[in-house]
């Protein structure tokens, strides 16, 4: 074997460096001649003195011992021929995986990498990256749309379409499909934002670099997200945090989202979950907050307008934000700075070929913006305006397919009744009267805790147009125009009247025939006794008693009687002109009670707010039905006879259409003979009688006015062929902290010694209804049809009162009963007196000391969705709530 393959012997010294390195080395034959020869003292071999015979020599140091060990031995050095330059470490004995430091390097040189080193990290590193995406991919799944970016609100719509107000939900926006946004919206984002968005993955790798190394050194963030990680952030992550883990993890759902979602449903998504300022999330949010509009109608500039603001509300807000950036958010920097990016919106929108340029050229200055709106939304008669249509939508869930937690989840368009207009002039005519006369610092014993409640519901349709709910929704918490536990007074004798000449009174000589009774029609000619103090007698003549054995003899209001001794005779046309108590309380028994009940129901009242049905006070107004049951009872008379249920939303929709819409109904309450017979003897009060107070110049004015014993609430009820409307008045403190509270006396109020409902309401009827009818023509009512017969028919019949006192008479100085509810007395002769207590006073009958009333709304959307409870236990403490309590004598209430 040649001495050149031959493996050098092993070391025998100079230390464990020395040993190590003698091991890993070999000779290869083919090193040059040693320096030693020359004499150099850097011989790396140490050749010298000892020649050939190094290899016995005992090695002083490590220097000595990595010498031999490179020169390999003895024999190596003996054989060694003449050099061929500086010698290198020998090639190590065991391959190395990774050459570093290099072994046949030198110096600085065996710390450079080489390129086959360098070029197996990088695809070593790219590879192991490579593979932790894929499994990041494969495990990364695409989170559910976050519940912020979802939460919604309701929209309110007036009448007419103009937006009311938008509440109800924990976010102002309306989720809407892709194609109810406009195209150019949709381009004018992309162009904007991410031009690439229909072709790229869902992340753009440049625009992440930029971001991260920006993070990385504390600078700004934008401009390094797509379209699709922007709608990631927003509405599956919810995490508006700038981390370098956010971002990353940002990145991977992008991907995915990317992958697995279809664009479309990205933009819809990102533009429903943006934030364009003014409290509004998502398009169309967003339009109606800057342009009072529904997304789909927005122009081009509009579009590039809304664009531009989604860089940042604060600074593209034309209104400003000085609120945050006092110097840089003034009204004229943001103005300047939207113009100037919407430009730039439009003009990349010409150059991606979204818009043309003759359109482009139609958008050269800011589009038209209103300013931000109040945060009171709900203040004034708004409140109102939207407890009645939730507790419509809610009330009728049947039919509308939506319950209370799906509105609170928000996300819905409701159209309601509500004219603004008559909303605005009903609320200024309240407020006239009340500045004018209601003065509680001058006269706090008899003006404070004055209120009015009203509603005007139209006859054709029984829409809701107009309420008057109280002085501001958000500080005063009851709606007025709903229940409220007043009294309708004689407001309640037209539904008498309509029984008696729906099914007549009972004929007393014949009695039942086949188990009914004998009934005459009654025409409104027919005669009562229209005396003061008169004793109620049953149809058959008999004295009425209570379970007592206590019979009634009923007073009018201000003492008053009516028509000529002996017999005081007069027509019920007169009667109800005058609103004599005495004639129809005798006229109802006649008819019977369950008759009068069943008139109010099929005219509109609620069955819940009727009180007092047993006994002869409930034919002048013991009930408490709401002001909204009042107009739509009396828009049945002006309508004919046909009933239609007061509703007050027309349509709902979502983002995927229409949900619900009403569907009018219409039932016969009363022929119309009846209904028009009706009108024409309530037309008599108000030309002639209690009303003219209500009197419009060229209009036929019909209605009745109210005035409970008391004199604890009062009422107007009128309406011509268009317009029904009620306005009620009574004294209730505002204040929940007291207990039992009361209804409270209004003698004296407004400086006047009685109210009556042909003083404050009647007058705030005719102020407002001279305004809300104007641009409409003066119609007139039907000619009725002669009905029924002329009962109780006698020569003696007179048609004029002694004395000649009406209803506004003023009382003596022992306030005397109204017009409305009195009871049996313990005996024959005895009247229905204040501090009686043994006479029912008319409060009683609806549940004690205060509001009881159970007018619920039913389906006219008049409720409050939560009745609060009472607050002793009694159900006749509450306003509005559920059951009222007994009456003195057992009567129910509420």
């Known amino acids: 074997?040649?001495?050149?393959?031959?493996?050098?012997?092993?070391?025998?010294?100079?230390?464990?460096?020395?040993?190590?390195?003698?091991?890993?080395?070999?000779?290869?034959?083919?090193?040059?001649?040693?320096?030693?020869?020359?004499?150099?003292?850097?011989?790396?071999?140490?050749?010298?003195?000892?020649?050939?015979?190094?290899?016995?020599?005992?090695?002083?140091?490590?220097?000595?011992?990595?010498?031999?060990?490179?020169?390999?031995?003895?024999?190596?050095?003996?054989?060694?021929?003449?050099?061929?330059?500086?010698?290198?470490?020998?090639?190590?004995g065991k391959k190395r995986i990774i050459d570093y430091p290099r072994h046949d390097r030198d110096g600085w040189r065996r710390w450079m990498p080489s390129w086959k080193l360098v070029s197996g990290l990088c695809i070593a590193f790219f590879g192991s990256m490579v593979a932790v995406a894929g499994i990041g991919y494969a495990m990364v799944e695409v989170p559910n749309v976050a519940l912020t970016a979802t939460a919604q609100n309701n929209v309110y719509y007036w009448s007419d379409g103009s937006q009311m107000v938008a509440t109800g939900g924990e976010r102002n926006r309306q989720i809407v499909n892709l194609s109810q946004i406009p195209k150019e919206m949709q381009n004018a984002v992309i162009a904007q934002e991410n031009k690439t968005f229909r072709s790229d993955s869902g992340i753009d790798p440049k625009g992440i670099a930029r971001a991260v190394f920006n993070m990385a050194r504390g600078g700004e963030t934008q401009g390094g997200s797509t379209i699709t990680q922007q709608y990631v952030k927003n509405a599956m992550l919810d995490d508006q945090s700038q981390t370098l883990s956010r971002k990353f993890k940002e990145i991977f759902v992008s991907i995915k989202v990317g992958a697995t979602v279809d664009k479309d449903d990205i933009l819809a998504g990102y533009l429903n979950s943006a934030y364009y300022g003014r409290g509004a999330y998502g398009i169309q949010a967003a339009a109606r907050a800057y342009f009072n509009k529904d997304a789909i109608d927005l122009n081009p500039g509009e579009c590039a307008f809304l664009a531009a603001v989604l860089k940042g509300a604060t600074y593209y807000d034309p209104a400003g934000a000085r609120s945050i950036d006092p110097v840089g958010a003034t009204p004229e920097k943001n103005r300047e700075r939207v113009l100037k990016q919407m430009q730039d919106t439009l003009d990349k929108m010409v150059e991606y070929d979204y818009l043309s340029a003759e359109d482009r050229a139609k958008h050269t200055k800011l589009p038209k913006w209103q300013n931000p709106r109040s945060n009171t939304a709900l203040s004034g008669q708004i409140g109102y305006l939207v407890d009645l249509a939730k507790a419509y939508i809610v009330n009728n869930s049947e039919e509308t397919?939506?319950?209370?937690?799906?509105?609170?989840?928000?996300?819905?368009?409701?159209?309601?009744?509500?004219?603004?207009?008559?909303?605005?002039?009903?609320?200024?005519?309240?407020?006239?009267?009340?500045?004018?006369?209601?003065?509680?610092?001058?006269?706090?014993?008899?003006?404070?805790?004055?209120?009015?409640?009203?509603?005007s519901v139209n006859p054709a349709t029984g829409a809701i147009e107009a309420i008057y709910g109280g002085v501001d929704a958000t500080k005063h918490f009851t709606n007025n125009a709903d229940a409220t536990g007043a009294q309708v007074g004689s407001t309640f004798k037209p539904f008498v009247l309509a029984a008696a000449m729906t099914w007549g009174v009972r004929n007393p000589d014949l009695g039942p025939v086949q188990g009914h009774d004998v009934r005459t029609i009654v025409s409104p000619k027919s005669l009562y006794n229209g005396k003061n103090k008169l004793k109620i007698k049953e149809y058959d003549g008999t004295i009425w008693q209570n379970e007592k054995g206590e019979q009634w003899e009923q007073v009018n209001d201000g003492d008053v009687s009516y028509g000529t001794p002996p017999d005081y005779k007069i027509d019920l046309r007169e009667a109800m002109r005058e609103s004599v108590n005495s004639s129809f309380v005798q006229l109802g028994m006649d008819v019977g009670l369950d008759k009068v009940k069943e008139a109010a129901i099929h005219a509109g009242v609620l069955e819940g707010s009727l009180a007092g049905t047993s006994y002869p006070s409930f034919s002048i107004g013991t009930s408490n039905p709401s002001a909204i049951r009042m107009a739509g009872a009396y828009a049945t008379f002006a309508a004919s006879g046909k009933q239609r249920e007061p509703f007050s939303v027309k349509k709902v929709s979502s983002k995927d259409g229409t949900i619900f819409t009403h569907k009018i109904q219409t039932e016969q309450a009363f022929t119309s003979e009846?209904?028009?017979?009706?009108?024409?003897?309530?037309?008599?009060?108000?030309?002639?009688?209690?009303?003219?107070?209500?009197?419009?110049?060229?209009?036929?004015?019909?209605?009745?006015?109210?005035?409970?014993?008391?004199?604890?609430?009062?009422?107007?009820?009128?309406?011509?062929?268009?317009?029904?409307?009620?306005?009620?008045?009574?004294?209730?403190?505002?204040?929940?902290?007291?207990?039992?509270?009361?209804?409270?006396?209004?003698?004296?109020?407004?400086?006047?010694?009685?109210?009556?409902?042909?003083?404050?309401?009647?007058?705030?009827?005719?102020?407002?209804?001279?305004?809300?009818?104007?641009?409409?023509?003066?119609?007139?009512?039907?000619?009725?049809?002669?009905?029924?017969?002329?009962?109780?028919?006698?020569?003696?019949?007179?048609?004029?009162?002694?004395?000649?006192?009406?209803?506004?008479?003023?009382?003596?100085?022992?306030?005397?009963?109204?017009?409305?509810?009195?009871?049996?007395?313990?005996?024959?002769?005895?009247?229905?007196?204040?501090?009686?207590?043994?006479?029912?006073?008319?409060?009683?009958?609806?549940?004690?000391?205060?509001?009881?009333?159970?007018?619920?709304?039913?389906?006219?959307?008049?409720?409050?969705?939560?009745?609060?409870?009472?607050?002793?236990?009694?159900?006749?403490?509450?306003?509005?709530?559920?059951?009222?309590?007994?009456?003195?004598?057992?009567?129910?209430?509420?």
């Open 674 to 894: 009846v209904a028009d017979n009706v009108t024409d003897v309530l037309k008599t009060v108000v030309e002639d009688g209690t009303g003219t107070n209500a009197q419009i110049p060229g209009r036929e004015v019909a209605g009745k006015t109210g005035t409970t014993d008391g004199n604890k609430s009062a009422w107007f009820v009128g309406y011509t062929p268009q317009l029904s409307t009620a306005i009620s008045m009574f004294r209730y403190p505002d204040d929940e902290s007291i207990k039992n509270r009361q209804f409270l006396e209004m003698f004296g109020t407004g400086g006047q010694k009685k109210i009556h409902g042909a003083s404050f309401p009647s007058e705030i009827w005719a102020d407002y209804m001279d305004d809300a009818l104007k641009g409409l023509p003066a119609k007139k009512f039907p000619t009725p049809q002669p009905i029924g017969e002329i009962v109780n028919d006698t020569p003696t019949q007179s048609p004029s009162p002694t004395p000649t006192e009406t209803e506004e008479t003023t009382p003596s100085a022992t306030p005397t009963p109204t017009e409305t509810e009195t009871t049996p007395a313990p005996t024959e002769t005895a009247t229905c007196r204040p501090f009686d207590f043994n006479c029912d006073d008319g409060e009683d009958d609806t549940g004690g000391s205060g509001p009881g009333g159970t007018d619920t709304g039913g389906t006219d959307g008049g409720v409050t969705s939560s009745p609060t409870a009472t607050e002793s236990g009694d159900p006749g403490t509450s306003r509005g709530n559920g059951n009222g309590g007994d009456g003195l004598f057992g009567g129910p209430a509420g």
């Open 1 to 92: 074997m040649s001495e050149h393959r031959r493996k050098p012997p092993q070391p025998q010294g100079g230390g464990r460096a020395a040993a190590r390195r003698g091991q890993s080395g070999s000779s290869s034959g083919r090193r040059a001649a040693p320096r030693g020869a020359t004499g150099s003292p850097s011989d790396p071999y140490g050749a010298g003195a000892h020649g050939s015979g190094g290899e016995n020599r005992t090695y002083g140091g490590r220097a000595e011992a990595r010498r031999a060990a490179q020169r390999g031995g003895g024999r190596r050095a003996g054989s060694a021929g003449p050099g061929r330059g500086r010698g290198r470490a020998a090639p190590p």
């Open 401 to 455: 397919g939506i319950t209370a937690n799906d509105l609170e989840k928000g996300g819905y368009s409701i159209y309601t009744t509500f004219d603004k207009k008559k909303v605005q002039e009903l609320e200024k005519s309240v407020k006239k009267v009340y500045k004018e006369n209601i003065k509680p610092e001058e006269r706090p014993d008899t003006d404070t805790h004055v209120q009015f409640g009203g509603a």
